[in-house]
């Protein structure tokens, strides 16, 4: 993990390897930002002029370097692109400055320490630069660099580049209780981000429900997080069918994870309920060609839901937070479920499988329906489900659904405060009669058309009666396959922690909704 610190020192005195600094899209040409002012003057107050005859804009997420001019201590200036100057007495918004830094710290990978210079009007500032900056410098390089060699002097020499090391925030006051307060609490954040991120972008042969299972109950033990594993055993005598009718097609067997953090000055409690298909080939019902590539992500809403829980207890968060890992391995064999089974789930609920490769809400109904027996204040679930929430939203959005409208605008809200784009989406009734099974009570498929709320419909099903809850479809934005961008990577994002961190920390302190 990048190491974090706040410095008070100049931008002309301070040590570096690369000093960041902000340039924004003035009416006439780009703008030095706030906190660039040292550099500038190195430049003779020519900054924006030298970055406009190299082609730079200020369009956001714009990178230009440049050599450093005498007068400064580091080799090398980063300006990044922040968009629009904000208007009078206006400052920049906080997911701005965010993706700044993020695409500042991405251009910086190979680097040890850089200095960042942008505006930080304020503690939410300093959150939103250090939070970009952490997440930026995300890599997953477990796999690479096998056929590195050290050299004498102890440079390795064909392995991939390292992450940036240091990140010093400049203008953010080390003694200052809120500047460090969000100085942790974003390093905290952005760490069990990146957690996810690399259990998500882990290989299928190696991330098993059994080895997931190992991850979250170690690092759940070394935060005082207790933790209950139901192994295959105990999932047959316990009565999950869903859970164990997903997986009895793999060598690998299912298990069901749950995490418990409590506060003793809590007075709400939420339950957080993940999906994770450590591996989705659609079962019987096989994904065609071209489909299977990436489905080690399927697991995104279980690695979300960790890494929230270990979030809230490291931040020390006055409200009890429990979280569901309903881990599988979605494998076509002779011993799968088929099309045409009918499993009876934890609930007692009889369900007619149409389709094996919509097996995320079989495994979540049962762990929702076991989260609804602590009858929680409100239950969240976090799932890639389904490829028409992508259809619908795109690749970077996530679709909310819940039973109480207030609580999915708040949901909504809150996600859009954190930078996760979302969009609240209806759950309508009229589409639940396509679930209708001459079979069993109900079948894990309905019509195509609007699949996404079928699905939502479908868990709905399996909540407690009385319970406030809502379902997360972040099948769009838990993997990317383009170019990163802003702070967000090649590979696994980490979608949907950032909201539940924040739904979490709005319910300790009483501000929800």
Same mark, same amino acid.
């Given at each position: 993990?990048?190491?974090?610190?706040?410095?008070?020192?100049?931008?002309?005195?301070?040590?570096?390897?690369?000093?960041?600094?902000?340039?924004?899209?003035?009416?006439?040409? *780009?703008?030095?930002?706030?906190?660039?002012?040292?550099?500038?003057?190195?430049?003779?107050?020519?900054?924006?002029?030298?970055?406009?005859?190299?082609?730079?804009?200020?369009?956001?997420?714009?990178?230009?370097?440049?050599?450093?001019?005498?007068?400064?201590?580091?080799?090398?200036?980063?300006?990044?692109?922040?968009?629009? @100057?904000?208007?009078?007495?206006?400052?920049?918004?906080?997911?701005?400055?965010?993706?700044?830094?993020?695409?500042?710290?991405?251009?910086?990978?190979?680097?040890?320490?850089?200095?960042?210079?942008?505006?930080?009007? !304020?503690?939410?500032?300093?959150?939103?630069?250090?939070?970009?900056?952490?997440? +930026?410098?995300?890599?997953?390089?477990?796999?690479?660099?096998?056929?590195?060699?050290t050299?004498?002097?102890?440079?390795?020499?064909?392995?991939?580049?390292?992450?940036?090391?240091?990140?010093? #925030?400049?203008?953010?006051?080390?003694?200052?209780?809120?500047?460090?307060?969000?100085?942790?609490?974003a390093?905290?954040?952005?760490?069990?981000?990146?957690?996810?991120?690399?259990?998500?972008?882990?290989?299928?042969?190696?991330?098993?429900?059994?080895?997931?299972?190992?991850?979250?109950?170690?690092?759940?033990?070394?935060?005082?997080?207790?933790?209950?594993?139901?192994?295959?055993?105990? #999932?047959?005598?316990?009565?999950?069918?869903?859970?164990?009718?997903?997986?009895?097609?793999?060598?690998?067997?299912?298990?069901?994870?749950?995490?418990?953090?409590?506060?003793?000055?809590?007075?709400?409690?939420?339950?957080? @309920?993940g999906?994770?298909?450590?591996? !989705?080939?659609?079962?019987?019902?096989?994904?065609?060609?071209?489909h299977?590539?990436?489905?080690?992500?399927? $697991?995104?809403?279980?690695?979300?839901?960790?890494?929230?829980?270990?979030?809230?207890?490291?931040?020390?968060?006055?409200?009890?937070v429990?979280?569901?890992?309903?881990?599988?391995?979605?494998?076509?064999?002779?011993?799968?479920?088929?099309?045409?089974?009918?499993?009876?789930?934890?609930?007692?609920?009889?369900?007619?499988?149409?389709?094996?490769?919509?097996?995320?809400r079989?495994?979540?109904? =049962?762990?929702?329906?076991?989260?609804?027996?602590?009858?929680?204040?409100?239950?969240?679930d @976090?799932?890639?489900?389904?490829?028409?929430?992508?259809?619908?939203?795109?690749?970077?959005?996530?679709?909310?659904?819940?039973?109480?409208?207030?609580f999915?605008?708040?949901?909504?809200?809150?996600?859009?405060?954190?930078?996760?784009?979302?969009?609240? $989406?209806?759950? *309508?009734?009229?589409?639940?009669?396509? $679930?209708?099974?001459?079979?069993? !009570?109900?079948?894990?498929?309905? @019509?195509?058309?609007?699949?996404?709320?079928?699905?939502?419909?479908?868990?709905?099903e399996?909540?407690?009666?009385?319970?406030?809850?809502?379902?997360? =479809?972040?099948?769009?934005?838990?993997?990317?396959?383009?170019?990163?961008?802003?702070?967000? *990577?090649?590979?696994?994002t +980490?979608?949907?922690?950032?909201?539940?961190?924040?739904?979490?920390e709005?319910?300790?302190?009483?501000?929800?909704?």
């Open positions: 993990m990048t190491a974090l610190t706040l410095s008070t020192a100049g931008a002309a005195t301070l040590r570096a390897d690369a000093l960041v600094v902000g340039v924004a899209k003035g009416p006439k040409g *780009p703008v030095a930002a706030a906190g660039a002012e040292a550099v500038d003057k190195a430049f003779d107050g020519k900054l924006a002029s030298v970055l406009e005859a190299l082609g730079a804009s200020g369009g956001e997420g714009e990178i230009t370097k440049l050599p450093a001019p005498a007068g400064l201590k580091v080799p090398v200036v980063l300006a990044v692109g922040l968009g629009s @100057v904000p208007e009078k007495d206006e400052s920049y918004d906080e997911e701005t400055l965010r993706r700044a830094a993020g695409a500042a710290a991405r251009a910086l990978h190979g680097t040890k320490k850089a200095a960042f210079a942008l505006p930080l009007d !304020d503690a939410s500032a300093v959150t939103a630069v250090a939070e970009g900056a952490l997440l +930026g410098a995300y890599a997953f390089t477990a796999y690479q660099g096998g056929e590195t060699k050299s004498k002097n102890g440079d390795k020499n064909g392995g991939p580049k390292q992450p940036l090391a240091e990140v010093a #925030l400049l203008g953010a006051k080390p003694r200052d209780k809120e500047h460090k307060a969000a100085a942790e609490r390093t905290v954040v952005a760490t069990e981000v990146n957690i996810a991120r690399d259990l998500v972008n882990t290989p299928p042969n190696d991330l098993t429900p059994e080895a997931f299972a190992a991850v979250a109950s170690a690092a759940a033990k070394e935060n005082g997080v207790k933790v209950q594993v139901l192994d295959e055993k105990a #999932l047959v005598k316990g009565g999950y069918g869903g859970i164990m009718g997903v997986g009895k097609g793999s060598e690998n067997p299912p298990r069901l994870v749950k995490l418990t953090y409590t506060h003793p000055k809590a007075v709400k409690t939420l339950a957080f @309920v999906k994770g298909i450590t591996y !989705d080939s659609g079962g019987i019902s096989l994904k065609p060609a071209g299977n590539e990436t489905m080690k992500c399927d $697991m995104a809403g279980a690695a979300a839901v960790f890494a929230s829980v270990v979030a809230a207890a490291k931040l020390g968060l006055q409200v009890n429990t979280g569901w890992l309903a881990l599988a391995e979605n494998m076509p064999s002779g011993s799968a479920t088929k099309p045409g089974d009918v499993l009876r789930m934890y609930s007692g609920k009889t369900v007619e499988v149409l389709n094996t490769d919509a097996e995320g079989l495994v979540l109904g =049962d762990a929702l329906t076991k989260a609804s027996e602590d009858n929680p204040d409100a239950i969240v @976090v799932a890639t489900l389904t490829g028409a929430m992508v259809l619908a939203l795109g690749d970077r959005t996530f679709g909310v659904m819940a039973n109480d409208d207030a999915r605008t708040s949901i909504h809200e809150i996600a859009e405060e954190v930078g996760e784009a979302s969009w609240p $989406m209806p759950l *309508p009734q009229d589409l639940r009669k396509s $679930m209708d099974s001459p079979t069993a !009570d109900i079948a894990n498929m309905g @019509v195509r058309m609007g699949g996404g709320l079928v699905a939502g419909l479908f868990l709905q399996f909540v407690g009666e009385g319970i406030t809850w809502a379902h997360l =479809d972040i099948a769009g934005p838990a993997f990317h396959e383009g170019a990163p961008y802003g702070y967000t *990577p090649k590979g696994g +980490g979608s949907a922690v950032r909201t539940l961190v924040r739904l979490a709005r319910t300790a302190t009483g501000d929800l909704g």
